[in-house]
């Protein structure tokens, strides 16, 4: 088998790869990597020193990509299927990484910084930071309000990447701050999303893990 994915089941960038391998049955070796065991840990670095994942290596054609996005463009490039998760078309596919972008860095970061804050220490806690990212989750979901009242997937009819980076991004923002609070087409693109088979079958593969989620602040 020459796909190998470096992943864990929790990790909400691990989802958005999954879903484009799910997507496309693509075959490919998982490799769980718990960053919190030391031996494990220094093998991961030594594929990718800057240990985050998810890391796609493919033997047969000696590479390793890292970077959720770029993972998806490399399936697409080396390992299409029926769904076509990156548009032919240039414009399209220029949109579907602009959505993918937005999806990162507006939605899914700022989850990240404020789920990483309840993993903080008594004391190193940065109550600034973490307001400016629920800020910033307040206009990333106005601006998706918009864009979902007339849509069903992020670029209109066909799921794609986009859709990929807004499945894990908008489930976990939400347990953060929920989008039933003034956002209902977010909130019912996001049961979309979890209704769809690549994606539902990511979350059953996660399902033991979310005890591990600090669901609250007191973490
Ligand atoms: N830009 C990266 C972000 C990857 C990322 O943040 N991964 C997290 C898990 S969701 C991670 O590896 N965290 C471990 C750490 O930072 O130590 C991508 O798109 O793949």
Not at 60 to 79: C, D, F, G, K, M
Request: charged residues 25%.
């Amino acid at each position: 088998m020459p796909l190998k994915l470096y992943f864990h089941p929790l990790a909400s960038f691990c989802h958005k790869a999954l879903i484009a391998f799910y997507e496309n049955d693509t075959p490919f070796v998982p490799h769980l990597v718990d960053l919190g065991e030391p031996t494990a840990r220094a093998e991961f670095l030594a594929v990718w020193p800057i240990g985050k994942f998810p890391v796609l290596r493919d033997e047969a054609r000696n590479e390793t990509v890292p970077e959720s996005s770029i993972i998806i463009e490399y399936l697409a490039q080396h390992y299409p299927g029926k769904a076509r998760l990156v548009p032919d078309d240039a414009d399209l596919a220029r949109n579907a990484r602009l959505r993918d972008r937005f999806f990162d860095l507006y939605v899914h970061e700022p989850m990240q910084k404020i789920v990483g804050d309840r993993l903080r220490p008594p004391g190193r806690h940065d109550p600034h930071g973490v307001e400016h990212a629920r800020a910033q989750l307040r206009v990333a979901y106005d601006m998706l309000e918009q864009d979902m009242s007339t849509r069903t997937w992020a670029l209109g009819d066909d799921f794609g990447m986009a859709d990929c980076a807004a499945a894990p991004a908008l489930f976990y923002a939400d347990k953060v701050q929920p989008l039933a609070d003034g956002h209902p087409h977010v909130a019912a693109y996001l049961q979309r999303l979890m209704q769809r088979p690549s994606y539902a079958r990511v979350l059953a593969e996660a399902q033991p893990y979310f005890a591990l989620f600090p669901s609250d602040d007191s973490h």
